[in-house]
């Protein structure tokens, strides 16, 4: 989870709030079907929901950082925006 405030932090200050929207939007609707399909194996089920939906947010909202940095030195980067 603090990968994931991290992450949102970056976005949020280069002007980048929508891509943190969609990550948000995307690990929401990874929990709470998993929430509901491990819930048969009692607390723990549900407690590695959020595990797993944090996980997935901050792949995707790291995907959309990798391809917005620069890839090698001496490049500028875009804007963070332009990578939504």
């Known amino acids: 989870m603090a990968g994931f405030i991290t992450l949102g932090g970056v976005f949020e200050g280069s002007g980048g709030a929508l891509v943190l929207l969609r990550g948000t939007v995307l690990g929401t609707a990874v929990r709470l079907p998993l929430a509901y399909a491990l819930s ?40 963070l925006v332009r990578a939504a």
């Open 40 to 79: 048969g194996l009692g607390l723990p089920g549900v407690c590695l929901a959020p595990a797993l939906g944090t996980a997935v947010q901050c792949l995707a909202v790291g995907v959309v950082l990798r391809r917005a940095w620069p890839g090698r030195q001496g490049e500028t980067a875009g804007s």
